[in-house]
Antibody, heavy 121, light 107 residues
């Protein structure tokens, strides 16, 4: 099973950007799609976006279009999530997760530990 | 986007009880549905995928059924480690969506 290790908690002001990293262990990094999911306090998970690390193609949920950028660095087996123009409603725990198997439409079988992002003036 | 609706939102049960959680989708998923367990402060854990396939390492007291728009997660005999929140997730389209969750509490 892959291990996904995320960067630490962040506190940001409204209007700022945040960049969260997720490093994957193992040597099969480019074989699996990687996702970002967030969870606001007391809410269910919300899918944000996906990247194919082998070609860096991405797809984002409509509500994050224009504010979200997901990238990958194959040399360090790390994926990144950058969310811009932050507002208080973006306060949440952000998770990276790996798609199960090699097909794009798959559930998530490995998750990072989560990164708390607090947006507050 | 496909909307996922779980019921109940909270469930009170005792150790040894049989527990059933329902998830309904706003359009057909065929069998592209997963169930997760989440404990406070932790990431969700995949339990069931393709509606009824048990993820490796998950106890056999967990089972899933259904197809189309209606699905169920059953815990045959609730154990102390099972008190948690459970989420369904659809992955039939390239826009994954989750239910709002069912919290299983100690009665």
């Amino acid at each position: 099973q892959v291990q996904l290790v995320q960067s630490g908690a962040e506190v940001k002001k409204p209007g700022a950007s945040v960049k969260v990293s997720c490093r994957a262990s193992g040597n099969t990094f480019t074989n699996y799609f990687m996702h970002w999911v967030r969870q606001a306090p007391g809410q269910g998970p919300e899918w944000m976006g996906i990247i194919n690390p082998s070609g860096s193609s991405t797809d984002y949920a409509e509500k994050f279009q224009g504010r979200l950028s997901v990238t990958a660095d194959t040399s360090t087996t790390t994926v990144f999530m950058e969310l811009s123009r932050l507002r208080s409603e973006d306060t949440a725990v952000y998770f990276c997760a790996r798609g199960k198997g090699v097909v794009i439409t798959a559930p998530f079988d490995s998750w990072g530990q989560g990164t708390l992002v607090i947006v507050s003036s | 986007d496909i909307q996922m609706t779980q019921s109940p939102s909270t469930l009170s049960a005792s150790v040894g009880d049989r527990v059933t959680i329902t998830c309904r989708a706003s359009q057909s998923l065929y069998s592209w549905l997963a169930w997760y367990q989440q404990k406070p402060g932790k990431a969700p854990k995949l339990l069931i995928y393709k509606a009824s396939d048990l993820e490796s390492g998950v106890p056999s007291r967990f089972s899933g059924s259904g197809s189309g728009t209606e699905f169920t997660l059953t815990i045959s005999s609730l154990q102390p480690d099972d008190f948690a929140t459970y989420y369904c997730q659809q992955y039939s389209t390239n826009s994954w969506t989750f239910g709002q969750g069912t919290k299983v509490e100690i009665k």
